[in-house]
């Protein structure tokens, strides 16, 4: 009884044969076909490098722009402020020749019309005098000296 088996000739010869046809297929189909696996994968690896460096950019003059607008905001608010300010000043300025002018007219008003109470007051002092002179004449039918 033998422990091995005879050997056949026949896959050691089965062999070559698929030797060969694996060794043209990796030279014409495998070997072009991991290539262009490697060099896709290289160009879209590149391409995500560059989309990446690109996204910093953008995002890096985006910061750059809000910044740039943030202090184009700032100084159109100190503008306004400072419109503002003027015109609560020219405001204040105005509001106060309005305030003394109608206090002078209300001066002028009042002195006038003291010096008509004066004037009033005399014509009824005289009134008065030659009225009540003329009712004492009346009730009494004589004049009074």
């Known amino acids: 009884m033998t422990v091995f088996p005879e050997l056949s000739p026949f896959p050691f010869i089965m062999a070559i ?31 995500r490098d560059e989309a990446n460096s690109l996204t910093t ?33 020219a405001a204040d300025e105005i509001l106060g020749e309005a305030r003394s002018a109608a206090e002078a007219t209300v ?13 009033a007051s005399k014509t009824l002092a005289e009134s008065t005098e030659s009225l009540s002179a003329e009712i004492v004449t009346s009730v009494l039918g004589r004049a009074v000296a």
């Open 57 to 89: 950019q953008i995002e890096d003059r985006l910061h750059d722009v809000e910044q740039r607008l943030k202090a184009a905001r700032s100084d159109a608010a100190a503008v306004r402020k400072e419109a503002r300010d003027r015109a609560t000043s």
């Open 17 to 47: 044969p698929f030797a060969v046809t694996m060794m043209a297929l990796h030279w014409i189909l495998f070997q072009p076909l991991l290539q262009y696996l490697d060099e896709r994968a290289k160009t879209i690896q590149g391409a």
């Open 107 to 119: 001066s002028a008003a009042t002195a006038q019309i003291a010096e008509q109470h004066e004037a």
